[in-house]
Nanobody, 121 residues
Framework: QVQLAESGGGLVQAGGSLRLSCAASGSIFKIDEMGWYRQAPGQQRELVASITNSGRTNYADSMKGRFTISRDNAKNTLYLQMNSLKPEDTAVYYC???????????????WGQGTQVTVSS
């Protein structure tokens, strides 16, 4: 199996910063794309940012310039640096990874349990 463990969430005032981490562990041969998604109460889950194995990034428009996604392939770890946080950034943030467990297995989409980010005004 594959586990994704997020950390780094919490309560922060508007304008502050947080850094989220997501460590992938278990039976992993290779990780392709990784990403952060978020879901606010009563809202659909939405993409925050994603990054390919080669480092190509993609951001939702509202996060551009404030959030930075990165990954450490040697550690199978994903990061999200969030700056200039706003109350509307309050949500549960989920880590996502597309993983191959063996050299000849297919790619499988995995999700973490989520970490709460709350931004107070």
């Amino acid at each position: 199996q594959v586990q994704l463990a997020e950390s780094g969430g919490g309560l922060v005032q508007a304008g502050g910063s947080l850094r989220l981490s997501c460590a992938a562990s278990g039976s992993i041969f290779k990780i392709d794309e990784m990403g952060w998604y978020r879901q606010a109460p009563g809202q659909q889950r939405e993409l925050v940012a994603s990054i390919t194995n080669s480092g190509r990034t993609n951001y939702a428009d509202s996060m551009k310039g404030r959030f930075t996604i990165s990954r450490d392939n040697a550690k199978n770890t994903l990061y999200l640096q969030m700056n200039s946080l706003k109350p509307e950034d309050t949500a549960v943030y989920y880590c996502n990874a597309v993983v191959a467990r063996t050299w000849n297995s297919g790619w499988v989409n995995y999700w973490g349990q989520g970490t709460q980010v709350t931004v107070s005004s």
